[in-house]
C-alpha cells in the first residue's frame, strides 16, 4: 500500500506571501496525484490532478509540480480565500485512492 | 452547473444497516464513474468506493470491502451506498462525487464533491 505524507501539517503565512506545500509518496507514483482545497464546512475541490494540471477554473496562482515520490503545491501569493486545508491524493494502484493527512494554511 | 446531493444519513446502531442516496444532476450521469468519500469528525478524506459509468464494476476500500455496496440507477441519475455491519468507526461525513472524466471507468481524479452527509454509528 502506497502511503502519502504531507508537510508541514500546519503552515501560518500572511496573505500575499508564497505557500509550498509537499507530498511525499512510499513509492512511486508516477505523476497520479492531485491536490485538493477543503474550507471549513465545505466539500473538498480539486485544484491540480496529474502532478501539474490545473483542474477547471482554479486560479494560476496554484501550481503543482513533481513525479515519482515527491510533489509541491504551490500558492503564490496567498488570497484571503486560500487559507483551508490541502490534501494531496494519488492513483497509482488502480483503482485504490488515497489521500494524503493534509496540510493546514492558517493566517498567521 | 452540476449538483450532486446526498441523503439517509443519520444516527444507527452498530451493527444495523443504512442507505446512501445521492441524487445527480446537471451532467450525463450514465457518461460518468461515480465515488464514495468520507471524513471522519475533525479528520481527513478517506476514499470509500467507485463504480464505473456502466454499473459494470465496482472497487472498495479494504476498510469496506464485505459491508459496502455501491450501486447506481443511471435512469434515476441516483448513486447509492449501502452499509452493512456498520461499526462506530464508520461514523463519518460520506461525500457522493464525480470522476473528471466522462470515460467508463474514469481517471480516479474527483470533482466535483456533494455536500455530504453524516453517518453517525452509536448506541
Known amino acids: 500500500e502506497i502511503v502519502l505524507t504531507q508537510s508541514p501539517a500546519t503552515l501560518s503565512l500572511s496573505p500575499g506571501e508564497r505557500a509550498t506545500l509537499s507530498c511525499r509518496a512510499s513509492?512511486?507514483?508516477?505523476?497520479?496525484l492531485a491536490w485538493y482545497q477543503q474550507k471549513p464546512g465545505q466539500a473538498p475541490r480539486l485544484l491540480i490532478y496529474d502532478a501539474s494540471k490545473r483542474a477547471t477554473g482554479i486560479p494560476a496562482r496554484f501550481s503543482g509540480s513533481g513525479s515519482g515520490t515527491d510533489f509541491t503545491l504551490t500558492i503564490s501569493s496567498l488570497e484571503p480565500e486560500d487559507f483551508a486545508v490541502y490534501y494531496c491524493?494519488?492513483?497509482?494502484?488502480?483503482?485504490?485512492?488515497?489521500f494524503g493527512p493534509g496540510t493546514k494554511v492558517d493566517i498567521k | 452547473q452540476v449538483y450532486l446531493v446526498e441523503s439517509g444519513g443519520g444516527v444507527v446502531q452498530p451493527g444495523r444497516s443504512l442507505r446512501l442516496s445521492c441524487a445527480a444532476s446537471g451532467f450525463t450521469f450514465s457518461k460518468y464513474g461515480m465515488h464514495w468519500v468520507r471524513q471522519a469528525p475533525g479528520k481527513g478524506l478517506e476514499w470509500v468506493s467507485v463504480?464505473?459509468?456502466?454499473?459494470?464494476?465496482?472497487?472498495?476500500a479494504d476498510s469496506v470491502k464485505g459491508r459496502f455496496i455501491i450501486s447506481r440507477d443511471n435512469s434515476k441519475s441516483t448513486l447509492y451506498l449501502q452499509m452493512n455491519n456498520l461499526r462506530a468507526e464508520d461514523t463519518a461525513v460520506y461525500y457522493c462525487?464525480?470522476?473528471?472524466?466522462?470515460?467508463?471507468f474514469g481517471v480516479g481524479w474527483i470533482d466535483p464533491w456533494g455536500q455530504g452527509t453524516l453517518v453517525t454509528v452509536s448506541s
Open positions: 462525487a464525480r470522476d473528471i472524466a466522462n470515460t467508463v
Open positions: 463504480m464505473w459509468s456502466d454499473g459494470s464494476n465496482e472497487y472498495y
Open positions: 513509492q512511486s507514483v508516477n505523476s497520479y
Open positions: 491524493q494519488h492513483r497509482s494502484k488502480w483503482p485504490s485512492f488515497t
